[in-house]
């Protein structure tokens, strides 16, 4: 099984645990390591920041190293009362910025193939993290390409769309996975609070990379 690893710009994360890689590759920008870890072959591409950047990893994720599971981790701010560190895993995104409603009787948000705004994600890998981490909140995700500094925005989006936390990647993993027709999970850390704004990026980013990306050994063992 091929399982490919996409993360924004926390691989050193990753890196720290695992080390240098068995190869490297390069597709344009884009940087791949592969590793063998538990019996299977992993990838990791890192992405950038942002949906298409996203969107370009995973396509070479699929088409090129043929990964039939897709692991996200990384940081997010929170849209409510969360702490510093307070780990999740997404069971559906909302691509808040999406929005053909002007010439499609459709709502801001929604996809046609979808019944509603959200997208879901593999509800048996979901099932697995809490399984291996029964502390693991479920929660949704509001995901655009923009970072969502003030906190007023960030209360909008929470009340508008459902969501409790807010990426730039992860509405691209969620359509990608559906539209490949491969499974994806995302488990996430908060790195900046209501309280803390985009401040708390910067101060808190390193470490709550390291707490989301604690989880990935476990999901390769069992999957």
Known sequence: MNIGILVAVEFDAFYNIYGEPIEKFKHGYLEVFKYHIHGK??????????????????????????????????????????????????????HYDWDVSEVDVIEKGR?????????????????????LDPDLEKVNLASGDKFVDRRADREKLYKEWNCDIVDMEGASI??????????????????????????????????????????????????
């Open 41 to 94: 072959d992993v990838y990791v591409a890192a992405s950038n920041a942002g949906q298409i950047r996203a969107s370009i990893a995973m396509t070479v994720l699929v088409e090129v190293y043929h990964c039939e599971i897709i692991l996200n981790y990384g940081v997010v701010g929170a849209l409510r009362e969360q702490e510093v560190e307070e780990l999740a895993v997404v069971q559906n995104v909302v």
């Open 174 to 223: 969620a359509l990608c996975s559906y539209l490949f027709g491969v499974e994806c999970l995302m488990i996430k850390a908060v790195s900046d609070t209501l309280e803390t704004e985009g401040q708390g990026f910067y101060e808190n980013f390193e470490r709550a990379s390291r707490v989301a990306v604690k989880l990935i050994d476990d999901l390769i063992l069992n999957l």
């Open 111 to 131: 996809y046609s193939m979808f019944d509603s705004t959200m997208i879901p994600v593999s509800k048996r890998l979901v099932d697995l993290a809490v399984k």
